[in-house]
């Protein structure tokens, strides 16, 4: 099953409000996926035998996409048994100052550049983003458009200029 086709149940937005809402100290935010499991009652105990419900499955996928982002990072010890999970909040903001980093460097390194070498000097995949900043840099007016060229498979894209390149090292545009 590809992954447009894997149908969404909510169970990761459900996890990430709990564990966004857990405050205080490292050792009160962590928790176990048992924790998780009754807080979210993806498991209710009757007596002492735990019963499974049908999004426990979902949970632990859901867990292994947050571990591999780095949106949950994972605590274990020496003597105890179980894993214990926290929560990072900010996990995106450190990622985009690091790739933001890298596509500043490669402008000023550049002068005039279009978006696709931008791409191809920082590895990026996705060319949305690298869109985006260079509509918000030009409307600041840290970059000037200053011609289009043709591009191999057909179309055209535009070429920038850095306006005033000791500006943009400076203040490192955010």
């Known amino acids: 099953m590809t992954a447009s086709k894997i149908p969404k149940t909510g169970v990761a937005t459900i996890m990430r409000d709990w564990?966004?809402?857990r405050k205080g100290t490292i050792t009160e935010r962590k928790f176990t996926t048992k924790e998780m499991g009754y807080a979210l009652a993806i498991m209710q105990v009757t007596g002492e035998i735990p019963i499974i419900l049908n999004d426990r499955a979902r949970m632990r996928d859901a867990l292994k996409d947050f571990i591999k982002r780095g949106e949950v990072k994972v605590i274990t010890y020496k003597n105890r048994k179980h894993r214990y999970f926290i929560y990072v909040p900010d996990f995106n903001r450190e990622l985009?100052?690091?790739?933001n980093?890298?596509?500043f460097k490669?402008?000023?390194v550049s002068g005039t550049f279009s978006m696709t070498d931008i791409k191809r000097l920082t590895h990026l995949k996705d060319r949305n983003y690298l869109d985006k900043i260079?509509?918000?840099l030009s409307k600041d007016g840290y970059l000037q458009a200053i011609s289009r060229r043709n591009l191999t498979g057909g179309g055209r894209e535009t070429v920038w200029h850095i306006v005033n390149r000791d500006k943009f090292n400076l203040e490192k545009p955010r």
């Open 19 to 21: 564990m966004k809402a």
């Open 96 to 99: 985009k100052d690091i790739i």
């Open 101 to 103: 980093k890298k596509i």
């Open 106 to 108: 490669a402008m000023y």
């Open 134 to 136: 260079a509509r918000k």
